[in-house]
């Protein structure tokens, strides 16, 4: 091989690894946007109308979302929301992309990619490693295990690191595809979501803030 086809074909190695690496994080970001921001609105919604006590019934789900701040002035936000409240509530808010507990998103292909089909070929396939990315930059990991999709993204581009961390029940995922075209049915992936047991969705840790959302039968955060 020619020293310009073998630059040809390392340019090309590099560009390939560059878009997986680009579409798991952009995977990454939308799936945890669409966790944290409706809550952020029926918490707000609800906090008029509702007292939260110590104790809950063990059928109950929560969604909690918890917000530390690492810098000087060390600021928590917690966010305690039941899901058969989020549920209910989520439906009469009609905000930007948000209308009837569901999400409008542009189209339903993002880098010529089709989302309906690439989430039904995750759905049917067997557990495994789809996406393996290790650079200098970042480490993804993009993978189905027990019948949940896990994203994995290690942010090495400068001394202070990054990871983050998506964890996300595949029936959970199938509901949230289960409206129109272009859109995302929040209640359906509420619905299905609180069937699951005790599990943690979305974990961030870099050197700015530490973000963890996670599921169980508590009103209260630990």
């Not at 039904?120 to 490693?129: C, L, P, S, V, Y």
Request: proline share 2%; aromatic share 2%; hydrophobic share 40%.
């Amino acid at each position: 091989m020619s020293n310009l086809s073998r630059k040809m074909s390392s340019r090309k190695d590099m560009m390939s690894n560059c878009s997986r690496s680009l579409l798991a994080k952009s995977a990454l970001a939308a799936t945890a946007l669409l966790l944290l921001t409706p809550f952020g609105v029926v918490a707000q919604s609800s906090s008029g109308s509702s007292k939260s006590s110590s104790t809950s019934s063990s059928s109950d789900r929560w969604l909690h979302v918890r917000v530390i701040s690492s810098d000087a002035k060390g600021e928590t936000v917690r966010v305690n929301v039941p899901l058969e409240l989020a549920e209910r509530v989520l439906p009469t808010i009609n905000k930007d992309r948000l209308h009837d507990g569901k999400v409008k998103i542009d189209n339903a292909h993002v880098n010529d990619v089709d989302l309906r089909a690439l989430v039904e070929a995750i759905r049917t396939a067997k557990d495994g490693e789809f996406v393996t990315v290790q650079s200098n930059d970042s480490d993804v990991r993009v993978a189905k295990q027990n019948n949940h999709l896990i994203v994995h993204v290690l942010d090495k581009q400068n001394s202070k690191k990054s990871e983050v961390e998506v964890k996300v029940p595949m029936k959970v995922i199938d509901a949230l595809f289960s409206a129109g075209k272009d859109e995302l049915d929040l209640v359906a992936a509420l619905h299905a979501l609180s069937g699951q047991g005790d599990t943690e969705l979305v974990s961030v840790k870099d050197h700015e803030n530490t973000v963890r959302v996670w599921l169980d039968s508590k009103n209260v955060t630990d």
